[in-house]
């Protein structure tokens, strides 16, 4: 489902990040530009060390660009103070990690309302979105488990329901399916899939090609760049049986 | 082995049958000792017969009987640059694509980093289609085991796409 309301939800022109200086300068992200529109799943692909996390970091304001510019939710981030990016981040966009980064005394409803509460939503009002959340990603039944409690799968579903808690604009996920097992890679791939078919915008960093199924785009990146761009055509190539040995 | 492997080596420079085989042993290592001395020369023979190379007798040395110089046509040269822009699965000849980044590096005649793109672009899709048909599959259903046997196979081949990105990344900038 893409919504072609002109303006991207979020822009990058001519990024650069750049670490050291001389002989020692990285170019850790090299003239980039990236536009995702609402709706949209993106999927940034490449090896480890390719710059896609701190693409990732540049593009949700937890770090900043050396040169070039990113627009998200209509604000420009260098003209943001620490504060304000501080804010935007909370309001405009959800964060989702490879190590899931829940608060480990919280329960999993606990951790869902939590950004709700430091963002000033009545506790009543951040219970029942955290509920509902909890729901969607069909966790309702551990909601009052410990993370530890919970299967690494279930951990992330939880920190998806997280990052959404505040309707971001975007959710920037950072390897979702790393730390996951093949059969809990499928619940959270299911899970970005039934969120992309309800019109979140999402842009996934990730060397894990399955993400490719819930993408609209997939970008490769290499040495800090984009070097190759598909698009999701409708359909399947017809080519699975092939593939499976059973014609040739 | 395909005779578009032994076309490719040529596009280099012309060659004696011997030396195309000296190059392919190079380029297989171990896999190339299998390799049947007398195969190169039947290759050449049938892209001699349809005129995909041109075979030129020249004064070779006294203890070598082949004499022959072999030479790309302009129509061998049509088939190589075909032959290196298709992109080939699900009968995936991992020593047929190993060559083929080999010789169109060696001939200056493609970039090995595009041709490993347009690999992975089909991989990718492939990989997708499977993925999501495993997404749509009930856990409980068995068809999801061999779809994400599928899976598995594409993702292995996707990790060995990633080394020749790396090892041909490294021989460029060294250049």
Not at chain 1, 73 to 100: I, P, Y
Request: charged fraction near 25%; include cysteine; glycine fraction near 10%.
């Amino acid at each position: 489902m893409t919504t072609n309301s002109g303006e991207p939800v979020l822009r990058a022109r001519g990024l650069r990040r750049t670490y050291g200086s001389g002989d020692g300068l990285v170019r850790a992200i090299d003239d980039v530009s990236l536009d995702v529109t609402a709706g949209e799943t993106v999927a940034v692909m490449g090896p480890s060390g390719c710059g896609k996390s701190t693409l990732l970091h540049l593009l949700g304001g937890l770090d900043r660009c050396t040169g070039g510019e990113v627009w998200l939710a209509g604000h420009r981030l260098g003209d943001l103070g620490e504060r304000a990016l501080a804010r935007l981040r909370r309001e405009h966009v959800g964060f989702v990690f490879q190590a899931f980064h829940l608060m480990d005394e919280l329960t999993a409803a606990e951790n869902v309302e939590l950004p709700a509460l430091l963002a000033g939503i009545s506790p009543r009002a951040a219970r029942r979105r955290a509920a509902e959340l909890l729901d969607q990603v069909g966790l309702t039944d551990r909601a009052r488990f410990m993370p530890a409690a919970l299967s690494g799968g279930q951990r992330q579903r939880v920190a998806v329901a997280r990052a959404l808690v505040s309707n971001p604009d975007v959710v920037l996920a950072d390897e979702p399916t790393g730390n996951l097992d093949s059969e809990s890679t499928i619940d959270v791939l299911r899970l970005l899939d039934s969120l992309h078919t309800a019109g979140q915008t999402l842009v996934i960093v990730t060397h894990d090609a399955r993400i490719a199924a819930t993408a609209d785009r997939l970008i490769s990146m290499r040495d800090g760049a984009f070097v190759d761009e598909t698009r999701r055509t409708g359909g399947t190539s017809g080519s699975l049986s092939a593939l499976a040995g059973l014609e040739n | 082995m395909r005779q578009e492997v032994v076309l490719a080596l040529l596009a280099k420079e012309p060659s004696h049958g011997y030396e195309l085989r000296g190059r392919l042993r190079q380029a297989l290592g171990p896999l190339g000792e299998t390799m049947n001395d007398g195969q190169i020369y039947v290759i050449l023979s049938r892209l001699e017969k349809a005129g995909l190379v041109a075979a030129e007798e020249s004064a070779g040395l006294p203890d070598r009987p082949d004499r022959k110089v072999y030479e790309l046509t302009a129509d061998g040269q049509e088939r190589v640059a075909g032959w290196l822009t298709e992109v080939s699965w699900p009968k995936p000849d991992l020593a047929e694509f190993h060559l083929k980044l080999i010789a169109a590096a060696a001939a200056g005649l493609a970039d090995p980093l595009a041709i490993v793109d347009a690999q992975r672009r089909e991989l990718l899709r492939r990989l997708r289609d499977a993925q999501r048909a495993a997404l749509t599959e009930s856990e409980s259903s068995a068809a999801g085991l061999l779809l994400e046997g599928i899976v598995l196979r594409l993702q292995a081949d996707l990790r060995w796409l990633e080394a020749c990105e790396r090892t041909w990344t490294g021989r460029r900038s060294k250049r």
